[in-house]
């Protein structure tokens, strides 16, 4: 029943409901910083009912009503995820050209252009349900600076193989109890998609739930050639289900000239992000030469 609500339900609202019963069957107050990042949610959409939505001020999109719940993840209802769009919004202001890998309904899209008409962003995802709602968020929001792509971003171009959790389509351990729901997803590399559509990001968002080293091994030419600042969510146990490691993805950083950092903008030792275990969200910036 575990993996069934694991693979029917979002990541974030499964911890969400977890958190919700231990509650419940405890009789604990909510989390205070859930309810303080409410009350600033509520302010803010003050007389926005669903399924419009004000994700921080200057920043309100009419969305697809399958998109609401996920976006609020982003407001409060799930304060790691609030932590990553802050830090997001905070440290993209001089960006001007997002590549959103596995960008879902397009949250981190949106947020991207909504503060700026002559940003552009490249939206990416393989799943034909979240696609979507992707294409409804766009069209209702950014037409015009939001180029939407459906497919699976690695280190190859072909075909991939993966399953649906939720609405997300994963490769990272496919087969065994998934063999039975395995679809063919098309797949293309990075540079290849960038350079298609004559593209140059100086933002990357990767979220891929353990496909990323595959990802950036497809972005290599592009990451070499603009040197944009990445933010990426790491899976570790996934990473290690596709046959990779935490120490190969250390090795690319390093190749590259980049530097890991925390959302708060602290480094983070090489040794000490090769050893992690939960899922983390980082950021990777180019070291500047000397």
Known sequence: MRRLLKQALPPFFYSWLRSFVHLVRYKQPLDPQVEDLKRVHDTLNSGCNAPKLVLRAGLRFRLHPESVESFKAFCYTYPPMV???????????????????????????????????????????????????LLYNIH???????????????????????????????????????????????????????????????????????????????????IAATRPIIFLE??????????DSLGDLVSMFEKWGYEVLNLEGRKVAADEFAKAREDIRVVLSPVAAN
């Open 140 to 222: 209702q929001n950014s037409p015009r600076q939001v180029v939407p792509v459906e497919c699976a971003l690695s280190s190859e171009s072909g075909t991939v193989a993966m399953h649906y959790e939720w609405e997300h389509a994963v490769a990272a351990g496919t087969g065994g109890e998934n063999s039975g729901q395995v679809v063919k997803m098309i797949s293309q590399r990075g540079d290849e998609l960038c350079q298609r559509l004559a593209f140059e990001p100086d933002v990357i968002k990767i979220d891929v739930e353990g496909h990323e080293i595959k990802v950036l091994k497809g972005l290599e030419t592009t």
């Open 234 to 243: 790491v899976h570790p146990l996934r990473i290690q289900q596709e046959q």
């Open 83 to 133: 932590e990553e769009m802050d830090a997001f919004l905070r440290l993209t202001t001089g960006g001007q050209r997002l590549l959103d890998v596995g960008a879902l309904h397009g949250v981190f899209s949106l947020a991207f252009v909504g503060s700026d008409p002559g940003r552009r962003a490249v939206a990416v995802d393989a799943s034909p349900i979240a696609f979507a709602r």
